[in-house]
């Protein structure tokens, strides 16, 4: 399975940025759920939103709700985040990742299959 995310870079705060992932080899399906994650320097890995298969469903770390919105084009194998409202707290590279399993997938550890990250930086 290949993941790739794109779209990252600096950004003023207050500005918008909109990250893509692209998912594919087997054994990787559009079925699948999506997640993304970020990490900054010296902090762990945490939970920022997912998606379920359909894009039916979708799920939000409190920090991020109501500036940061997932979805999903199963027709491209591609993910988005849409990110407003950017603050400096919201730098760092953003994973994405793919997992088989059900749920609200908010840990790192039910994920199957990672991408290599982008660096998203946010000046104040």
């Known amino acids: 399975v290949q993941i790739t995310e794109t779209g990252g870079g600096l950004v003023e705060a207050g500005g918008s940025l909109k990250l893509s992932c692209t998912a594919s080899?087997?054994?990787?399906?559009?079925?699948?759920?999506m997640g993304w994650f970020r990490q900054a320097p010296g902090k762990d890995r945490e939970f920022v939103a997912a998606?379920?298969?359909?894009?039916?469903?979708?799920n939000y770390a409190d920090s991020v709700k109501g500036r940061f919105t997932i979805s999903r084009d199963n027709a491209k194998n591609t993910v988005y985040l849409q990110m407003n409202s950017l603050k400096p707290e919201d730098t760092a590279v953003y994973y994405c990742?793919?997992?088989?399993?059900?749920?609200?997938?908010?840990?790192?550890?039910?994920?199957?299959?990672w991408g290599q990250g982008t660096q998203v930086t946010v000046s104040s």
């Open positions: 990742a793919a997992s088989q399993q059900l749920g609200k997938l908010t840990t790192p550890s039910k994920y199957d299959y």
């Open positions: 080899g087997s054994p990787y399906s559009s079925g699948d759920s």
């Open positions: 998606i379920n298969r359909s894009g039916g469903a979708t």
